[in-house]
C-alpha cells in the first residue's frame, strides 16, 4: 500500500514520558510501521528529555523540521503540510494522546469506500491521570450533521482527523497567526472547519472511537480574554456566513460566557452532565 503520513508537532511544554506512549501506539498500527511517514515538526526548543527521546527515536521519523523559536501549531502543521511527499492520507496526532492500533486501517477503509470525503474524523475516549474514569464523544457523522452542529462547538477531534492530500492540493491550509498571539492560538482548527463547511468541502466523523485523549490540567485553565473573544468573533462570522444572523448565536455567546468563568467552574462544567449532553445532542 501507498504509505500513509502522520503530522505531529511538539514544544518545550510536552512531556517525554506521554510522547512515547504516543510513539509506540503509532509504531502499532496493524497497517505495519512500514507503511507509517511520521513528519515531526519541533516547534522551538526543547528541554534535554525531549531532545534526547526525539535523537533515540531518530529512525522513526521520516522528516523532523525544526522552528527557530516557538511558532504555534498552525504555523508548525503548514509547514509540515508543504513538507509532505506523495502521501493520499494525512493522519493529525498529538504529542500526548494514543491511537487505538486499528485507527488508521478504519480510516483509510472507509476513505477508500467514500471516495468523495476529504475530511475524515472519528470518536474519541478521554481519559486522565487525575481521574480512573473515561468519557466517551461522539461527533457528527454526516456534513449536514457538521454543518448543523458547528454552530455549538467543534465537530472534530482535531487530533483524530484524517485529511485527503487532493485538500492540500487545492490550497487550504490552517490559518496560522503572526506576532506575539502565535504561538498561543488554539482556534485555527475551527477556522478551517467552518471554512470547509462553508465551502461544501465534503466531511464525516465514523462512530468507533479511534484515539485516546489525553485530558491535561491545562484544560480547565480559563483562557485569556483576548483569545476567548478572538474564538467568539470566529463563531459569529462562521455563523453569519452559513446562515445569516440565526438563533444558533447564542450558541458562541453561551461559549465565551464558559470561556472567561473562573477555572473551578471550568472544571466542574467540563465533568458534568451538562457538557456530556450539550455535546453529544
Given at each position: 500500500m501507498q504509505p500513509v503520513a502522520v503530522l505531529i508537532s511538539i514544544y518545550k511544554n510536552?512531556?517525554?514520558?506521554?510522547?512515547i506512549d504516543a510513539i509506540q501506539s503509532i509504531k502499532h498500527q496493524k497497517i505495519g510501521l512500514?507503511?507509517?511517514?511520521?513528519?515531526?515538526?519541533?516547534?522551538?526548543?526543547?528541554p534535554s528529555s525531549l531532545s534526547s527521546l526525539?535523537?533515540?527515536?531518530?529512525?522513526?521519523?521520516?522528516?523532523?523540521i525544526r522552528n527557530q523559536s516557538n511558532a504555534g501549531l498552525a504555523f508548525s502543521l503548514n509547514k509540515l503540510i508543504d513538507n509532505l511527499d506523495d502521501e493520499e492520507f494525512i493522519f493529525r496526532m498529538d504529542a500526548d494522546d494514543i491511537c487505538l492500533e486499528d485507527r488508521f486501517s478504519r480510516q483509510i477503509n472507509y476513505l477508500k469506500k467514500h471516495p468523495e470525503i476529504m475530511v475524515l474524523g472519528?470518536?474519541?475516549?478521554?481519559?486522565?491521570?487525575?481521574?480512573?474514569e473515561t468519557f466517551i464523544r461522539v461527533y457528527p457523522s454526516s456534513f449536514e450533521e457538521i454543518k448543523?452542529?458547528?454552530?455549538?462547538?467543534?465537530p472534530f477531534a482535531h487530533p483524530t482527523v484524517c485529511f485527503r492530500r487532493g485538500l492540500f492540493d487545492l490550497g487550504y491550509r490552517y490559518s496560522a497567526p503572526l506576532g506575539k498571539e502565535a504561538a498561543d492560538n488554539s482556534n485555527s482548527d475551527i477556522?478551517?472547519?467552518?471554512?470547509?463547511?462553508?465551502?461544501?468541502?465534503?466531511?464525516?466523523?465514523?462512530?468507533?472511537?479511534?484515539?485516546?485523549?489525553?485530558?491535561?490540567p491545562k484544560l480547565y485553565t480559563r483562557r485569556s480574554k483576548a483569545k476567548a473573544i478572538d474564538e467568539f468573533n470566529i463563531y459569529i462570522h462562521g455563523i453569519?456566513?452559513?446562515?445569516?444572523?440565526?438563533?444558533?448565536?447564542i450558541y458562541p455567546c453561551l461559549r465565551l460566557l464558559f470561556r472567561l468563568m473562573p477555572q473551578n467552574m471550568i472544571r466542574y462544567t467540563y465533568g458534568s452532565h451538562f457538557r456530556a449532553n450539550f455535546l453529544n445532542k
Open positions: 510536552d512531556d517525554a514520558a506521554i510522547f512500514q507503511n507509517i511517514r511520521t513528519y515531526l515538526c519541533i516547534d522551538g526548543e526543547l526525539i535523537a533515540s527515536e531518530a529512525d522513526f521519523f521520516y522528516k523532523i472519528g470518536s474519541i475516549e478521554e481519559f486522565s491521570s487525575e481521574n480512573p448543523k452542529f458547528i454552530p455549538r462547538g467543534c477556522q478551517l472547519w467552518y471554512r470547509l463547511v462553508t465551502d461544501n468541502i465534503p466531511m464525516a466523523n465514523i462512530p468507533e472511537v479511534v484515539l485516546k485523549f489525553r485530558k491535561s453569519r456566513k452559513l446562515y445569516g444572523f440565526h438563533p444558533y448565536m
